[in-house]
T-cell receptor
Framework: GEDVEQSLFLSVREGDSSVINCTYT??????LYWYKQEPGAGLQLLTY?????DMKQDQRLTVLLNKKDKHLSLRIADTQTGDSAIYFC???????????FGRGTSLIVHP | SQTIHQWPATLVQPVGSPLSLECTVE??????LYWYRQAAGRGLQLLFY??????ISSEVPQNLSASRPQDRQFILSSKKLLLSDSGFYLC??????????FGSGTRLTVV
């Protein structure tokens, strides 16, 4: 089955850019998602990208997809303390929209 | 707009006691519904999903069961809780392949 890997922690300074990386194994993956989880809360869908896209930008968020390397990244520009949370990468293939989630990257933003 | 409600928010239950967690969705019909558990390691484990009333698919054999008595209601149950059932339980719905909408979660502590 699909395996989705993320680094567990990322620490950045307020105002810098954050880049959270994710790798997956199934080359037929069609839908790729980024979720944000704040402490004690459920997951919130931040953005998604289809496999026929290389990049998607939404305000401070930029998603890059490298299908050849099966690598997905989320860049947060001008990172703020309110961006501190756990960010989950999730990947699903066509036919079954049930995604496989990574273990999450804990983003810590310090002044 | 679609909303998802999950309760209770926190629960402390003794070992061997029963469990019932409820999830309801508003603003959509015939949603695909999911139960996930998030353990201390933060990864999300899919427990059950349902594509319609009375239809339940179990992903992981364990001490839990699920039921879908109504179109927009999804219930997670156990007859006798184990210590290992402790965790953060999340309900989610997916009406299309543009990601899940998650409930706010239930923190279950089995003592």
């Amino acid at each position: 089955g699909e395996d989705v890997e993320q680094s567990l922690f990322l620490s950045v300074r307020e105002g810098d850019s954050s880049v959270i990386n994710c790798t997956y194994t199934d080359s037929s993956s069609t839908y790729l998602y980024w979720y944000k989880q704040e402490p004690g809360a459920g997951l919130q869908l931040l953005t998604y990208i289809f496999s026929n896209m290389d990049m998607k930008q939404d305000q401070r968020l930029t998603v890059l997809l490298n299908k050849k390397d099966k690598h997905l990244s989320l860049r947060i520009a001008d990172t703020q303390t309110g961006d501190s949370a756990i960010y989950f990468c999730a990947v699903a293939s066509g036919g079954s929209y049930i995604p496989t989630f990574g273990r999450g990257t804990s983003l810590i933003v310090h002044p | 707009s679609q909303t998802i409600h999950q309760w209770p928010a926190t629960l402390v239950q003794p070992v061997g006691s029963p469990l019932s967690l409820e999830c309801t969705v508003e603003g959509t019909s015939n949603p695909n519904l999911y139960w996930y558990r998030q353990a201390a390691g933060r990864g999300l484990q899919l427990l059950f999903y349902s594509v319609g009333i009375g239809q339940i698919s179990s992903e992981v054999p364990q001490n839990l069961s699920a039921s879908r008595p109504q179109d927009r209601q999804f219930i997670l149950s156990s007859k006798k809780l184990l210590l290992s059932d402790s965790g953060f339980y999340l309900c989610a719905w997916a009406g299309e392949p543009h990601g899940y909408t998650f409930g706010s979660g239930t923190r279950l502590t089995v003592v």
